[in-house]
Nanobody, 121 residues
């Protein structure tokens, strides 16, 4: 069941930037982390970034230094600023939210329908 709403995907050239947004239409209870994961065609789902209620930010090694997650669970919103985009960043990006601040995979409690990011010259 889709319960989060993403926006901001689209097309970018290598080296370009995009900003993804995610909002929860209803108040969330017991959620301790919001973040993003992605899935490219033919590849496994990959956690990209997470932001906990305590302010901890986690990033996948592939995006460190290029992507920044902001927002907060208390505001029911989270954003992903993606800079220096590469073709290998092409994927469907999904927002997620979970009660565990140590969420590291599997099925989150809440997720969105996904937004496509395409990086190509």
């Amino acid at each position: 069941q889709v319960q989060l709403a993403e926006s901001g995907g689209g097309f970018a050239q290598p080296g370009g930037s995009l900003r993804l947004s995610c909002a929860a239409p209803d108040p969330m209870h017991n959620i301790k982390i919001m973040g993003w994961y992605r899935q490219a065609p033919g590849k496994q789902r990959e956690l990209v970034a997470g932001l906990t209620t305590g302010g901890r930010r986690d990033y996948a090694d592939a995006v460190k230094g290029r992507f920044t997650i902001t927002g907060g669970v208390t505001n029911n919103t989270v954003y992903l600023q993606m800079n220096s985009l590469k073709p290998e960043d092409t994927a469907v990006y999904y927002c997620y939210a979970d009660p565990s601040p140590y969420f590291a995979g599997g099925q989150p409690e809440l997720w969105g329908q996904g937004t496509l990011v395409t990086v190509s010259s």
